[in-house]
């Protein structure tokens, strides 16, 4: 794990940036694996990873930190990203893999009421891919907005969004 963490920070090459977020994302599968990856302070290197220009690069950095964000202290450093990612989510091509990644990022990371507030201003997106997305991405986005919806402080932000 530490070699390939150590591979993504020394290669700029988007194959191999690729298979080693694949793999690392595979390996977050196991939660020993989990708390290891942040020791190794890779959920940084994994999120250093959506700023890059290559879409299925920044693909394969979501699905990583998504199966990453499966442990409470992981979603405390992955939340960082939170407005990044919805920020990808609205600038994606509607119902590509890079969009519902984000998604399901978002999913997650929405599961507790603790970082909801860093996706209100995502909402009226949310609401527009709704009524825009393929079915994939419909089930995807009324996900998050079920987790939203489960917190009454989002009440007013869910009726009041502009579509």
């Given at each position: 794990?530490?070699?390939?963490?150590?591979?993504?920070?020394?290669?700029?090459?988007?194959?191999i940036?690729?298979?080693a977020?694949?793999?690392?994302?595979?390996?977050?599968?196991?939660?020993?694996?989990q708390?290891?990856?942040?020791n190794?302070?890779g959920?940084?290197?994994?999120?250093?990873m959506?700023s890059?220009?290559?879409?299925?690069?920044?693909?394969?950095?979501?699905?990583?930190?998504?199966?990453?964000?499966?442990?409470?202290?992981?979603?405390e450093?992955?939340?960082?990203?939170?407005?990044?990612?919805c920020?990808?989510?609205?600038?994606?091509?509607?119902n590509?893999?890079?969009?519902?990644?984000a998604?399901?990022?978002?999913?997650?990371?929405?599961v507790t009421?603790?970082y909801?507030?860093?996706?209100?201003?995502s909402?009226?997106?949310?609401?527009?891919?709704?009524?825009?997305?393929?079915?994939?991405?419909?089930?995807?986005?009324?996900?998050?907005?079920?987790?939203l919806s489960?917190?009454?402080?989002?009440?007013?932000h869910?009726?009041?969004?502009?579509?």
């Amino acid at each position: 794990l530490q070699k390939l963490i150590h591979l993504l920070q020394a290669t700029d090459d988007p194959l191999i940036q690729e298979q080693a977020l694949i793999t690392l994302s595979n390996s977050a599968a196991f939660s020993v694996n989990q708390d290891i990856i942040r020791n190794l302070d890779g959920l940084s290197v994994i999120g250093g990873m959506l700023s890059d220009c290559t879409p299925k690069v920044k693909e394969k950095a979501l699905n990583a930190l998504n199966n990453l964000s499966m442990n409470i202290k992981n979603q405390e450093e992955i939340q960082v990203y939170i407005i990044q990612v919805c920020s990808n989510v609205e600038s994606a091509p509607l119902n590509s893999d890079l969009q519902l990644a984000a998604l399901r990022l978002l999913t997650n990371m929405s599961v507790t009421s603790d970082y909801h507030h860093k996706m209100i201003n995502s909402i009226p997106c949310f609401l527009h891919l709704l009524s825009e997305g393929t079915e994939r991405t419909q089930t995807q986005v009324l996900k998050v907005l079920v987790n939203l919806s489960a917190n009454p402080a989002m009440t007013r932000h869910l009726l009041r969004a502009q579509v």
